[in-house]
């Protein structure tokens, strides 16, 4: 009997050790910078178990970017989706290795309040933002140059999150504000305008998948997981067939109606990368943005930042 026993034990300890979703033997805790779609490919691999088939066990955080590189290099995160401030970082010479991007166009949008149809009716208002001296600054800065305005013709005010900013607009808190997709369309649906796409303004990708130079070297597995993980989220959303399903996890994800998720996904598809992959020019666009969002006089060589290395053997198979 108690042969039988040890051996039962055995078993179940080798079938735990073996069960995907202990394959590395720890928590994967991985950044976002708000609760958007810019995010989509995250959540769309937590709600389909696409982590787990890969022996993932993760935690999603939301965290600011600033933070999220605080972390990143003391390794109290492991990876971190955010694009402006993890740049900005590695511009910077921080030990930053960015391993595929998961939108190369902005899927963000300028939103305004009811009473304010047109960008000249911003004039003297408050515009809202993340946090104050970060990517979000920069974009709405540009955005509404762009439409016409001068910096001195607008105040900014920090308020954190999306979701804030959404009922901060709604009830009249503030006038406008950039958010990515569910927001434009709660707003709109709220008789809210939705003023300009940032991405047929300014090139300025929102989502990417970074993690400390060393890691790769260290845990080879386990970042080859992560990147097949992303690469399977991208391919899943680029389907037609599978729109049913996107549109669900939307709708789960953000409390939204399924008007509002459809919607929300025909703004955001298009802003998402086929395959994680970054040509050369664009490397370079981007590292030159960040460079001089940080005040980095002399950017390092695209290369030194962006790995595709492991990204491209998980396509080549």
Do not use: W
Request: aromatic content about 8%.
């Amino acid at each position: 009997m108690r042969r039988r026993i040890t051996i039962l034990s055995c078993l179940v300890l080798l079938l735990g050790f073996c069960s995907p979703s202990v394959l590395f033997g720890r928590v994967i805790r991985i950044s976002y910078t708000s609760r958007g779609l810019a995010y989509f490919p995250a959540f769309i691999a937590v709600e389909q178990g696409f982590f787990k088939d890969e022996g993932l066990d993760v935690e999603l955080i939301q965290m600011r970017s600033n933070l999220s590189v605080i972390a990143l290099l003391n390794r109290n995160i492991d990876y971190t989706l955010s694009f402006g401030g993890t740049l900005e970082g590695a511009v910077a010479g921080y030990p930053i290795k960015v391993l595929m991007v998961l939108s190369d166009r902005s899927p963000q949008y300028f939103v305004s309040g009811k009473p304010y149809s047109s960008a000249a009716s911003l004039k003297d208002t408050l515009i809202g933002l993340n946090r104050m001296g970060g990517t979000n600054e920069y974009v709405i800065n540009k955005v509404l140059e762009h439409l016409g305005l001068k910096r001195s013709d607008y105040k900014l005010v920090g308020l954190g999150d999306e979701a804030v900013r959404v009922v901060a607009l709604i009830n009249g808190r503030i006038a406008g504000t950039i958010l990515s997709p569910p927001g434009p369309a709660i707003v709109r649906r709220s008789g809210g305008n939705i003023l300009a796409r940032v991405s047929d303004i300014m090139f300025s990708p929102q989502s990417l998948v970074a993690t400390h130079k060393s890691l790769p070297a260290e845990n080879p597995g386990e970042v080859r997981a992560i990147v097949k993980t992303f690469v399977r989220s991208l391919d899943f959303m680029s389907r037609p067939t599978n729109k049913p399903d996107l549109v669900k996890v939307i709708s789960k994800t953000f409390n939204v109606t399924s008007q509002d998720a459809t919607e929300s996904l025909e703004m955001v598809l298009s802003s998402f990368s086929k395959n994680g992959l970054l040509d050369l020019a664009d490397m370079r666009l981007a590292v030159k943005d960040a460079a001089m969002r940080s005040g980095t006089k002399e950017p390092p060589d695209p290369n030194e930042i962006f790995d595709f290395n492991i990204l491209r053997q998980v396509l080549s198979k």
